[in-house]
């Protein structure tokens, strides 16, 4: 007779039961639900394409174009009667050139002497020419500013070579844009060696020219005031060398006069293309002749 009763009640437990879950799984897919939009949005907000349009109105960064483009092939950029002078007894005239994975930045190439005197010894000397470019780059900065930099490194390894004796420097006049020579002594087993390196910048290239000699088995030490002229010679030849192969006009010299009677004629007929104006290097509308004259002022200031 009971039995009837007791099946309600056992279904409406489970009806009871049923309903309280109901809440709970709503519940639980509403947070999945929220999380996942949330998950979603991050997405969106970090999106290659959202990073795009943040950054669309940043202006992308340019340099100034690399005056020279090439380089000449180092062997050939010192005439025969340098090598003459400066390596008389040179084994081999042609000279030996140095390895490069790119001929195009940068090369080198060196010549030796022994002038043999018998018994009363002999005279040796060694040369080497280096060359490298400097291409423009957006993160690097500019072909000429680069050469800039590698030209004051340059500098500063040759002041600082081990075991160098009395190092002087000096700045070199009418050697490309900027030209400094640092000489100093090698002692070698018994024998001197006077060591002078020119280094030289000419727009986004540099120029460096070591060169020393010294007198062996009892021969006289060279005189480095000689050596200085000679290597000094080498690198204005070198630097010649480098503008020609690039069919340009040789930039004038960091070190020549304001007043040079020549450099006034060239400026005024520019100028005078231009708008009438007297010569003003600040207002020239050739690029190459401002980057000169820029590199003018910086060379006088730093001499001074």
């Known amino acids: 007779m009971h039995r009837p009763a007791q099946r309600k009640r056992q279904l409406r437990s489970r009806l009871l039961v049923c309903a309280a879950a109901v809440p709970v799984i709503l519940v639980a897919s509403g947070c999945s639900s929220d999380s996942d939009s949330g998950s979603d949005g991050a997405k969106k907000e970090s999106s290659p394409k959202a990073s795009a349009s943040a ?19 180092p062997c050939k950029v010192l005439s025969k009667k340098t090598l003459e002078d400066l390596v008389p007894k040179a084994k081999d005239t042609s000279g030996k050139a140095g390895t490069s994975s790119d001929t195009a930045l940068r090369g080198s190439c060196s010549w030796d002497s022994l002038d043999n005197n018998g018994v009363d010894g ?43 004796k009395g190092v002087k420097t000096e700045q070199l006049s009418g050697v490309g844009q900027q030209a400094t020579l640092v000489r100093y002594d090698l002692k070698k087993d018994k024998d001197t060696f006077k060591q ?20 062996l088995a009892g021969d006289k030490t060279p005189d480095a005031g000689d050596l200085s002229k000679d290597a000094g010679k080498a690198a204005k030849e070198a630097a010649a060398a480098v503008v020609s192969a690039n069919e340009g006009k040789a ?26 104006s007297k010569s003003d290097d600040a207002k020239s509308d050739d690029a190459k002749a401002d980057d000169s004259g820029k590199s003018k002022d910086k060379a006088a200031g730093s001499k001074s």
Do not use: C, H
């Not at 002078?196 to 007198?215: C, K, L, M, S």
């Not at 010299?253 to 060239?266: A, I, Q, R, V």
């Open 251 to 276: 930039p004038e010299s960091s070190e020549k006069p304001k007043g040079d009677d020549s450099k006034s004629d060239d400026a005024k007929s520019d100028d005078s293309k231009a708008d009438g």
């Open 196 to 215: 002078q390196t020119v280094v030289t910048r000419v727009e986004n290239a540099v120029v460096t020219i070591d060169f020393n000699g010294a007198g």
């Open 122 to 164: 002999s005279q040796f000397r060694w040369l080497r020419v280096s060359l490298m470019r400097f291409e423009s780059d957006s993160s690097l900065g500019s072909g000429a500013k680069r050469a800039q930099e590698n030209y004051a490194k340059q500098v500063a390894d040759a002041q600082e070579t081990k075991d160098a």
């Open 55 to 73: 950054k669309a109105g940043e202006k992308p960064v340019t340099v100034e174009k690399a005056a020279y483009a090439k380089l000449p092939e």
